[in-house]
DNA sequence: TGCAGGCAAATTGTCAACAATTTATGGGTA
DNA sequence: TACCCATAAATTGTTGACAATTTGCCTGCA
């Protein structure tokens, strides 16, 4: 155990930087992140001790992070158990589908009333980006691209609020793919997709871009397998190919 | 300082029963409730030793339960300054109300396609609740059961996620309308509208009703003035009147 | 072998003392 | 009076030790 690999930190290895502590909202970034990615699987177990080391933080900042990321739904908290990766039901993520649709619906609307052509040009530059990490092979980079592409068009609604609720869905959306996901392949955010609600959106042709973003949530959804055996993933190495926040 | 006035076990003195500590999450159930029922002003400062003291928990407790208020941007934490009830930006009470518009139109959407007559008669209740309170005159009831029709409203759509969702931005709607809502008068959700949407609902009319929530949510927000001053208000007498979670 | 009981290790929960920072107070001077 | 600076008080932040609980392991017995 105390693998004392920091991820904090992992290039000043002991200059006379100020070596900025790690707040709690670093460490729920980290597991995010590697949840967003795939790295955590559900139902693995996140020990106090295990994060200390890894992040080079104290048990402190680690057991505020566990509380903010059961805030979330993303980890589930036991008294004198500890915590554990979110695993949601089949019950759980029907809603959180649904919510999706619900809540992308409406800022697609919102965004189409007020959209400039540079942002069109922007999404169609993560497309490309989208593209260039699946066919280089970054399926890390690419799952999380196809996350983004949904956060970068609620961007555009130009709502906070609805902004960060989307974040959480995301997220969960991660953790149910991963859960009840297709295992043959990795491809459920098919850039198709994608392309063709950008191409829909240039057009100004609001509805067929939400009839498209709206089946495009449901096929993921019904390509849900409800009877799998859950993984169980390595810590260090899960949180190791980590970008800064 | 430190008046031991404990809320929590008020009733329990000292006999031989169990004494369940308070976690944090009750802890912030009250000072939800509080914001709820505005007898607690935005920008009112919380410090750690008057929440240990009113509701009986050691400092632990009450900082947790700050760093989950503050994921809901129900209080503002500033390093070394402690805790203090959010002040929503104008700005950020326009996205809380465009966002209830937004989830709160799909959510009766969903609501009809399965509603029950049963439901609707639920409904009615509520709205007579609403009525008894405000002619009895107790505003902090009436002002709670106006934010619960909303809830229930959402209920009916029977989806968790999105009714979290809407709780949240209804405790931010207390903080708002308790900033820069009207003073002359305390009435900002009139009952007129929420039995009027209850009547189209009974009446299978779902744009009507959708129609009229928007105006609703729309009215109020009108109403708002964005340049007045502040109140703070006193702990105690605030958290006192409190029911148990 | 299979299982119940109990001991030991590991993990989490709590608390109090101490450190760091901010806020309040009180002269002293222009 | 108004302002500034130094000191004191109050509040928040952090750490470490200790308590409570769970988990794994090992023995003993049927």
């Known amino acids: 155990m105390a693998s004392a690999?920091?991820?904090?930190?992992?290039?000043?290895?002991?200059?006379?930087?100020?070596?900025?502590?790690?707040?709690e909202e670093d460490v729920c970034a980290h597991v995010r992140d590697s949840v967003l990615e795939r790295r955590l699987a559900p139902g693995t177990k996140l020990t106090e001790e295990s994060l200390c080391s890894i992040f080079g933080v104290g048990r402190t900042t680690v057991r505020r992070a566990f509380l903010l990321l059961k805030r979330d739904n993303i980890v589930d908290l036991h008294r004198n158990r500890g915590a554990v990766v979110a695993s949601p039901t089949p019950a759980e993520a029907r809603d959180v589908f649904e919510s999706r649709r619900m809540i992308e619906h409406a800022l697609l609307q919102q965004a189409a009333s007020t959209i400039a052509p540079a942002s069109i040009t922007?999404?169609?530059?993560?497309?490309?980006?989208?593209?260039?990490?699946?066919?280089?092979?970054d399926v890390g980079r690419w799952i999380r691209l196809t996350g983004d592409f949904h956060l970068h068009l609620a961007r555009l609604a130009g709502n906070r609020v609805m902004l960060e609720f989307l974040k959480q869905l995301v997220f969960q959306t991660s953790l149910i793919v991963a859960l009840y996901g297709p295992s043959n392949n990795g491809s459920n955010c098919s850039g198709g997709d994608h392309a063709k609600i950008v191409a829909a959106m240039r057009d100004g042709d609001l509805s067929s871009a939400q009839d498209i973003l709206d089946s495009h949530l449901r096929e993921i959804e019904a390509q849900l397998e409800f009877n799998k055996p859950e993984k169980q993933n390595d810590l260090v190495s899960a949180f190791a190919p980590m970008r800064s926040a």
Do not use: F, V
């Open 122 to 137: 922007a999404l169609e530059d993560h497309l490309e980006q989208e593209r260039t990490a699946l066919t280089a092979g």
């Open 5 to 23: 690999a920091t991820i904090a930190n992992s290039s000043t290895a002991k200059t006379h930087m100020a070596e900025a502590p790690m707040t």
